[in-house]
């Protein structure tokens, strides 16, 4: 999220873009995770939390890589590929966290489970965010803004290996799946 936030900064502080072409341009995120988290969900099914986890994680990593390569004059498609490799990786990553602490718990535990990971997840949200606008606002002064910008994101795509590494130890869970009709029920 701090990548996702710092962008439109970006864009409009360094490539000078106004917040309409601002705004078309980070559509990308929401749109390639709005329909990777759905496909991501049933592909976790087949290939296993660790996979799809890891396989998020190199995508967002990737994401902060591409993106802190772009300047002023780089073409759109390369701000947009960044936010949508972006969009990917939360929406690969995400249904196999939430499955894994899913599976891991008795059911009569899940709202608890539930509500723990979205405490945690958010806090991890606002680390993020602050983290690269921190690091962004500091190097500004001795690297100038563009090179303020390019670092917030090599510090993003630190974070995101790091999620990568952990995405390394979810183990995969397994359970039971009843047929009733077409619905397949956990039991």
């Given at each position: 999220?701090?990548?996702?936030?710092?962008?439109?900064?970006?864009?409009?502080?360094?490539?000078?873009?106004?917040?309409?072409?601002?705004?078309?341009?980070l559509?990308?995120r929401p749109?390639t995770?709005?329909?990777?988290g759905?496909?991501a969900?049933?592909?976790?099914?087949v290939?296993?939390?660790?996979?799809?986890?890891?396989?998020?994680?190199?995508?967002?990593?990737?994401?902060?890589?591409?993106?802190?390569h772009?300047?002023?004059?780089s073409?759109?498609?390369a701000?947009?590929?960044?936010?949508a490799?972006?969009?990917?990786?939360?929406?690969m990553s995400?249904?196999?966290?939430?499955?894994?602490?899913?599976?891991?718990?008795d059911?009569?535990d899940?709202?608890?489970?539930?509500a723990?990971?979205?405490m945690?997840?958010?806090i991890?949200?606002v680390l993020?965010?602050?983290?690269?606008?921190?690091?962004?606002?500091?190097?500004a002064?001795?690297?100038?803004?563009v090179?303020?910008?390019?670092?917030?994101?090599i510090?993003?795509?630190f974070?995101?290996?790091?999620?990568?590494i952990?995405?390394?130890f979810?183990?995969?869970?397994?359970?039971?799946?009843?047929?009733?009709?077409?619905?397949?029920?956990?039991?």
């Amino acid at each position: 999220m701090g990548g996702f936030i710092v962008t439109p900064l970006f864009l409009q502080n360094e490539f000078h873009y106004d917040e309409t072409h601002t705004g078309l341009l980070l559509i990308a995120r929401p749109l390639t995770f709005a329909i990777a988290g759905p496909l991501a969900g049933y592909l976790t099914l087949v290939i296993g939390e660790r996979v799809s986890a890891v396989g998020g994680a190199l995508a967002v990593t990737a994401s902060m890589i591409l993106l802190a390569h772009v300047s002023p004059g780089s073409a759109d498609s390369a701000v947009i590929l960044g936010l949508a490799l972006s969009g990917v990786g939360m929406g690969m990553s995400s249904p196999a966290m939430a499955a894994s602490v899913a599976n891991s718990v008795d059911t009569h535990d899940l709202g608890i489970a539930g509500a723990t990971q979205q405490m945690v997840n958010q806090i991890g949200v606002v680390l993020g965010i602050q983290v690269l606008q921190a690091v962004q606002v500091a190097r500004a002064g001795a690297v100038g803004g563009v090179g303020a910008f390019h670092d917030a994101y090599i510090v993003g795509a630190f974070a995101a290996g790091l999620g990568v590494i952990a995405a390394m130890f979810v183990r995969r869970t397994s359970r039971h799946y009843s047929q009733v009709g077409n619905v397949a029920i956990a039991d």
